[in-house]
């Protein structure tokens, strides 16, 4: 009887540990809705369950998820913006870029990053170039020449409209001087399948979803659009030093309502601090291939609007050249 | 790779294993029997839960529940009209009918045998030849799968005769629906009227959902209790597994039935739902008696749910194979793996063989174990029928509602899914089939993104439909059943043979024709 007991209050005491282990840090609340615009087992959730938990232990706060996805996540965003309290209970998984192409691409969608709180970028997926392990682009030069050659029709694939690697495809375009035909999938997957099975000429995608096909042989990286050659792929150069400034990739973080309070915004950017300097993390991280790219509170609002100002460069002229084409 | 094999096995006979796979087949046939909740909503729910146990345990409890749920979704299906999981959609359409006689106990046993049967066959499949298919996937681009689409597309032909006209009406309002959202190339909204909520477009779970329960509702709340007839209600008792004599009968259909089910699984972005139609529409064509389906015939509950659980291995070759999902809730299993640090690639099958194998062992015996529990759970579910038409009305009004809510967390979707109801019993009223609209919108998207992608892949150029092998010999198929629905092909069969049409089917078309 006396051991059920003791099993019971063990079982308990685990079970609210995330409350009572640690002092309470965080004072804005005790539980934190987390937005998500997009399903349930998808990259944001996939974020979500890595972090949360240990977040969870830093902060002595519950972390509660919340879906709502549509919109590629516009309905999410909109609602961080516009409607949800600015008490430090509620904060969104931010994704660039659709996080600023929605609103530059969509008049009728009416948030901007300006009405939000900005508070830590946790990971970053590199962009990358990949063909088919048969394909006859042996280098990025290859491909760069081919596209010279004939220019709108080698089929490039893309994660989607307003993707980033539709915008880097666009970014590529203008630097190279090229047309590419872009061929938009819906998401990842489809795009560098396509590629693999030969259905396209090549496929601009992230690095974490295709390194275990590079790795096999059955994809070839043709150039990484990172700041510098990956140490997990180094081999394949940057597009940088091929001459072309590509640095591009989907990232994730979080940010809160316009108006967060700035104690609480500091309380989570600490926290976010402390579990990237755990090192349990770190491996759990390592072993699900995401390429941590931490960048808290200021700098990570300059990061988001540095992106804000490209895409909305590269998609008015886009427009302009249409327009031209048309007349 | 043989060691894996045997490693599997042992592996998948742990009890902790088998009781993994236990709880993840009644979870997931309970998730199934509800409309709204899904299996892959509930894979992504329990992912977190299973993070502390070791990742074959694990995977063993998801890979079950999301097998179980195909079978589920027939038991909302049969008993209420009202498809619990998209894939049960095509099991309405004789499972209904067949309960209404008093045969709801026979009726979930068909099922559940068919599930058995296609579920044992695409994973026998899976088990064998899972690394020489995967490759198969990789000839799927965009146009060989707006082919499959096309091929689709003609059941509408089948499934409108009495009606056509009604019928193509029904198929195209579909197919209007299913371009409202976001176009795939452009990023344009397009019918959304600067909507948020319609720039994904329509869910197409949540228009099921209104278009087969709030009609049932009102048809079951303005039939009252009062005229209950003996027949109508079925007896627990009923016997539910068939006799060995009509298990032989109904046997080819589900092997056809489950190899549909495994090569739709295949094919990126269509699962069980696609499927189900394939299959009910060629157990049909196979069949001498035609016109006997929708009124409650056994092949019509065989097909679509021997294929639909066969999707469930079919959709995993590609995803073990090659790390490419087959499906969204494969997507979800392998986000599975990446917790346990297992990268979902090609190496699946060889660093990681021993978990891979044994995850392929456990859809393998969570068949027997959905069988085994499905006779115990379904004997409770026929009481359903015996509950009084003005409650159990007003129980599926509620348990949409909260179905639909529960999809997207969207108020909106509640609203989505009454107006389809509304559109469900404007359809019942002129008597327009309400089928032909649900494959339009399960199809619609897949040729509207597939069709722009291959005109982009092809230079705009229509030819590329058929200089692609692949893609011309379906097409060439869907062709050949556009014709084989028309009037004039059944003149020009007439033609060809002399002897009358009841003899002109080979001697094994009508595979579950007993009817006792």
Redesign the interface.
């Known amino acids: 009887m006396k051991r059920a007991f003791a099993a019971t209050l063990v079982a308990t005491t685990v079970l609210v540990s995330p409350v009572l282990a640690q002092d309470a840090k965080y004072e804005a609340a005790s539980e934190i809705n987390v937005m998500q615009g997009f ?3 998808g990259g944001s ?2 974020l979500a ?1 890595l972090v949360q938990p240990y977040l969870a232990r830093e902060l002595g706060v519950n972390f509660v998820n ?7 996540g ?2 999410a965003w ?1 609602r961080l913006a516009k409607q949800a309290p600015a008490d430090g209970s509620t904060i969104s998984i931010t994704n660039t870029p659709m996080l600023q192409t929605n609103y530059i ?2 008049p ?2 009416t948030y901007t990053i300006d009405e939000i709180t900005p508070i830590a970028n946790v990971v970053t997926d590199p962009g990358i170039a990949v063909v088919a392990a048969d394909s006859p682009f042996q280098s990025f030069e290859d491909f760069v020449n081919a596209a010279k050659e004939k220019p ?2 080698v ?1 490039v694939g893309n994660s ?3 993707g980033d690697d539709y915008f880097t495809s666009l970014q590529f375009e203008r630097q190279a001087g090229v047309q590419l ?6 998401g990842d ?2 795009s560098w ?2 590629a ?5 000429d090549a496929s601009f995608t992230n690095v974490g979803v295709t ?3 590079i ?2 042989g ?1 994809l070839r990286a043709l150039a990484v659009f990172a700041e510098e050659r990956l140490p997990e792929l180094p081999d394949v150069p940057t597009a940088k030093e091929l001459g072309y400034d590509l640095v591009a990739g989907s990232s994730r973080g979080y940010s809160g309502p316009g108006g967060l309070p700035d104690e609480a915004r500091q309380q989570l950017i600490e926290g976010f601090q402390r579990v990237m300097e755990n090192p349990d993390f770190q491996a759990a991280a390592k ?3 995401l390429n941590l790219d931490f960048v808290f509170g200021e700098d990570y609002r300059a990061m988001l609007k540095e992106q804000e100002g490209e895409f909305k460069e590269l998609w008015s002229e886009l427009q302009s050249e249409g327009q031209a084409q048309a007349q | 790779m043989e060691s894996f094999f045997w490693v599997g096995l042992t592996n998948v006979l742990d009890p902790m294993n088998l009781t993994a796979i236990a709880i993840g087949t009644i979870i997931g046939m309970f998730v199934g029997a509800m409309p709204g909740l899904s299996a892959t909503m509930a894979i992504a729910l329990l992912l977190p839960l299973t993070y502390s146990f070791k990742p074959e345990t694990g995977l063993a409890l998801l890979a079950s529940l999301y097998l179980a749920a195909m079978y589920g979704g027939s038991i909302a299906a049969i008993l209420l009209r009202t498809p619990g999981t998209p894939a049960a959609a095509a099991t309405v359409m004789d499972g209904y009918p067949m309960a209404q006689k008093g045969k709801a106990g026979q009726a979930l046993g068909l099922s559940l045998t068919a599930s058995l049967i296609g579920g044992l066959l695409s994973s026998v499949i899976l088990l064998t030849v899972a690394p020489l298919l995967g490759r198969v996937v990789l000839n799927f681009g965009p146009v060989e799968i707006f082919a499959v689409a096309v091929l689709g597309i003609t059941i509408i032909g089948s499934l409108s005769q009495g009606s056509t006209i009604l019928g193509l009406l029904s198929g195209a309002i579909g197919l209007l629906l299913a371009t409202i959202g976001m176009d795939p190339t452009t990023g344009t909204p397009r019918f959304a009227f600067d909507n948020l909520e319609l720039f994904g477009g329509i869910d197409f779970t949540v228009a099921l959902i209104g278009l087969f329960s709030i009609p049932q509702a009102v048809r079951l709340v303005m039939k009252g209790n009062g005229k209950r007839d003996k027949g109508t209600v079925s007896r627990i008792a009923d016997r539910m597994l068939p006799t060995g004599r009509e298990f032989v009968k109904l046997l080819p259909n589900s092997i056809r039935s489950g190899f549909i089910g495994v090569f739709v699984g295949l094919i990126p972005g269509t699962g069980g739902d696609t499927a189900s139609w394939f299959a009910y529409n060629e157990a049909k064509r196979f069949s001498r008696r035609k016109a006997e389906f929708g009124t409650g015939y056994p092949a019509g509950i065989v097909a679509p749910e021997a294929a639909n659980n066969a999707v469930v291995g079919g959709a995993l070759i590609p995803t073990i194979a090659l790390g490419i999902p087959g499906s969204s809730s494969t997507a979800v299993l392998l986000g599975g793996l990446m917790v346990h640090g297992i990268l979902p690639g090609p190496t699946l099958m060889s660093d990681y063989g021993d978990v891979t194998y044994t995850l392929l062992w456990a859809v393998l015996f969570a068949n027997v174990a959905l069988f085994l529990v499905g006779i115990l759970f379904t004997r409770a579910c026929v009481a359903v029928t015996k509950i009084p038409n003005r409650v159990v009305g007003p129980v599926i009004v509620v348990l949409s509602v909260i179905g639909a809510y529960a999809i997207n967390n969207s108020v909106f979707d509640i609203g989505l899914m009454i107006a389809f109801g509304i559109l469900g019993l404007v359809f019942d009223t002129f008597r327009i089939p309400t089928p032909p609209l649900v494959i339009g919108l399960i199809l619609g998207p897949i040729l509207d993104t597939t069709l722009q992608q291959s005109l982009l892949i092809g230079g705009g150029n229509w030819m590329v439909f058929l200089q692609n092998p692949i893609s011309a010999t379906l097409l060439a198929f869907a062709l050949l059943s556009i014709l084989q629905a028309t009037p004039l092909f059944g003149s020009i069969v007439k033609a060809f043979r002399k002897k009358p049409p009841k003899g002109a089917e080979p001697a094994g078309g009508d595979m579950a024709g007993s009817r006792d």
């Open positions: 399903k349930a087992g959730d996939a369950q919340q879906y709502i996805p549509g919109a590629t516009a309905i909109t691409m969509n009728s969608i709108s029709t089929t989607g409209v307003g035909q872009k061929v938009p999938f819906q997957g489809p399948t396509a693999m099975g030969g259905k396209i390194y275990p096909q790795k096999e059955n072993a699900q291939a």
